[in-house]
């Protein structure tokens, strides 16, 4: 499977714990991306890299929120002291730098926080 | 997206043709795409069109794109139970994507 890889597909957690999402993304891919999807909503930008420098954050990524890709490769998410205002699917996407600026999502992680 | 509007739903009923609309707001996006989400699902890129282009026709999709209105459709000929779910729009802006709140689409048999 040569598509973008998200883990865990879903997570359960307690207010207050820290959580981790794996992204690997297509292998060619310079660019991965990280969106935050709520019921009803469409996908909403948190931050992105290219290979891996961190190149824009959104307003919505809080101090709780911290993405990293040290080797260009794969990326994690962490969220700190999560909150139940947390709970959301969090999306992984890829794409190379050079083309028409299609990302290519992965399933998705589901997080909800009780 | 605040800045990507579409329908909240559409309803139709397997055979006919389904319509999706959205306007968008930065006339600088160089492309615009519409993707499809279903259940439980990431997000698919179904088709997407050059903003200097007015018409792109994909099988049976069709994109039809007014620049001066920021007015984008994506039009499903006889469509299918299969093509129920949800479709967003997006657009282009410095290096990533904006996308609408979703169109919920239903295609009844």
């Known amino acids: 499977d040569t598509g973008v890889s998200q883990d865990p597909r879903h997570k359960i957690t307690k207010r207050g714990q820290n959580v981790t999402f794996r992204c690997d993304p297509i292998s060619e891919h310079n660019r991965l991306y990280w969106y935050r999807q709520t019921l009803g909503q469409g996908p909403e930008f948190l931050t992105y890299f290219q290979n891996e420098a961190q190149l824009e954050k959104s307003r919505l990524l809080s101090d709780r929120f911290s993405a990293e890709r040290p080797k260009g490769s794969f990326s994690t998410l962490e969220i700190q002291r999560t909150e139940q205002g947390d709970s959301a699917m969090y999306l992984c996407?890829?794409?190379?730098?050079?083309?028409?600026?299609?990302?290519?999502f992965g399933e998705g992680s589901r997080l909800t926080v009780l | 997206g605040e800045d990507v509007e579409q329908s909240l739903f559409l309803s139709v009923r397997e055979g006919d043709s389904s319509v999706i609309n959205c306007t968008y707001t930065?006339?600088?996006?160089?492309?615009l795409y519409w993707y499809k989400q279903e259940p439980g699902a990431g997000l698919q890129l179904l088709t997407y069109i050059f903003s200097n282009m007015d018409m792109k026709q994909d099988q049976r999709l069709t994109v039809l794109l007014n620049k001066k209105d920021k007015h984008l459709s994506l039009r499903i000929a006889d469509t299918q139970t299969g093509d129920s779910a949800i479709y967003f729009c997006?657009?282009?802006?410095?290096?990533?994507?904006?996308f609408g709140a979703g169109t919920i689409l239903r295609v009844k048999s």
């Open positions: 930065d006339s600088s996006s160089t492309y």
């Open positions: 996407a890829s794409s190379p730098v050079l083309g028409s600026g299609e990302l290519f």
């Open positions: 997006a657009e282009s802006m410095k290096d990533k994507l904006v």
